[in-house]
């Protein structure tokens, strides 16, 4: 439990796992929201959750066959971003897509700008790039610097809110 | 009514676009001046209080007609 006052808007960490289409919303929509009233916001990516990171131009991640095949399998870049059910080859995240924008729910790719706009930290995790081979050129600009398990386990015991999605 | 130096126009916009376009708005008030936000985003009508609460700005007024709904905040 962190300390802080009453009136504090307190701080949030949120730990993006998936890199599922649907779990960006909520993890943009709550961080975006929360540095918007003045919370300290930090996002860790890792594993799944950091393909969205990579640029959409990037066709595949990876150092050798294997990592390859999970980059294939997994396709890199926030516009290629998958349904976590239902996704039917595409047509399932395509149809949330048409939903979202008929109801005038950004998309996903402009509440991360606006997640970078309101000070949202964006920490890549260190040790899944090593291991998927995804490197910093190949990642999307105004990240911060790549951390480990320790330093998102610092920012956790000070928040006030810690989220995993 | 307040009067308002800044009117923030978020109708039309899904939830959280009415709070993040009230944070963004707010910053180019002086501290005491008063902001209207208007919206439709049915979210709209307990975040924006939410968010007024939890920054300390204080909601002066609201009020809602034609389905549009107005709240006159005032930069702490």
């Keep these: 439990m962190a300390n802080h006052d009453d009136d504090s808007p307190g701080s ?19 961080s975006s929201t929360g540095a918007a009233s003045g919370m300290d916001v930090t996002v860790f990516f890792t594993f799944w959750g950091l393909f969205p990171l990579v640029k959409d131009d990037v066709r595949i991640t990876g ?25 039917m080859g595409g047509s399932g995240a395509w149809m949330m897509r048409k ?8 998309p996903p790719e402009d ?5 970078q706009e309101m000070g949202v930290n964006l920490w890549p995790c260190q040790m899944t790039m090593d291991l998927l081979g995804i490197e910093p050129a190949q990642m999307v600009d105004g990240l ?12 956790m015991a000070k928040s006030d809110i810690n989220l995993f999605i | 009514m307040p009067e308002a130096a800044k009117t923030v ?5 899904s939830c959280p676009m009415p709070v993040l376009m009230t944070a963004k708005g707010i910053k180019e008030l002086e501290s005491g001046q008063i902001m ?16 007024a609460s939890q920054t300390g700005n204080e909601l002066v007024e ?12 005032r930069k702490k």
Excluded at chain 1, 12 to 30: E, Q, R, V
Excluded at chain 2, 62 to 73: L, N, T
């Design chain 1, 12 to 30: 949030m960490t949120i730990i993006a796992f998936s890199g599922d289409l649907d779990k960006l919303w909520p993890t943009f929509i709550l």
């Design chain 1, 63 to 87: 150092y050798d066959a294997m990592t390859k095949a999970l980059a294939g399998m997994n396709a890199p870049g926030m516009k290629k971003a998958k349904l976590s059910k239902l996704n």
């Design chain 1, 99 to 106: 939903v979202a924008e008929k109801n005038k729910l950004a």
């Design chain 1, 111 to 115: 509440l991360f700008e606006m997640c």
């Design chain 1, 144 to 155: 911060g610097e790549p951390v480990g398990a320790a330093t998102a386990l610092q920012k």
């Design chain 2, 9 to 13: 126009d978020a109708k039309g916009q």
């Design chain 2, 36 to 51: 209207l936000v208007e919206a439709t985003d049915n979210g709209a009508r307990s975040d924006i209080p939410a968010w």
């Design chain 2, 62 to 73: 609201s009020e809602e007609a034609d389905g549009v709904m107005k709240f006159y905040i």
